[in-house]
């Protein structure tokens, strides 16, 4: 039985992207790699609620590469796939080509 997994309120699932030349031709040292991470947002939540009762949208979407902080998720295997839950306080950075 195959169970799709989506990320609650405000969270993120990132899947790591170990790859250390972005897309730009930028080379990243090994280093950097030791404290930071590169991955996929896999699945986006649909927000937090605010006090007054309303809805703040996550700031990334599906499919966004990003660096996040590597040290400070929480880790789940589902289905044979590493996935890094994420806030945005752990996001360091959205990657994107111009």
């Known amino acids: 039985m195959s169970e799709k997994m989506v990320a ?4 993120y699932l990132i899947v ?9 031709g ?3 040292p090994g ?4 404290f930071h991470g ?3 947002v896999s699945t986006v939540g649909e927000g937090r609620v605010s006090e007054e009762g309303k809805t ?11 660096v996040f902080i590597k040290h400070s998720q929480m ?3 589902h289905e044979n ?4 839950v994420l806030t945005d306080a752990e996001i360091v950075a959205r990657l994107y080509t111009t």
Do not use: N
Not at 31 to 34: G, I, N, P, S
Not at 81 to 84: A, D, S
């Open 26 to 28: 930028i080379h990243v």
């Open 75 to 77: 880790v789940i295997d």
């Open 16 to 24: 790591e992207d170990d790859t250390t030349i972005t897309a730009g």
């Open 81 to 84: 796939v590493k996935y890094f």
């Open 8 to 11: 609650y309120d405000s969270k």
């Open 31 to 34: 280093e950097l790699m030791q």
């Open 38 to 40: 590169f991955g996929i």
């Open 56 to 66: 703040i949208k996550p700031r990334l979407k599906a499919g966004d590469r990003v």
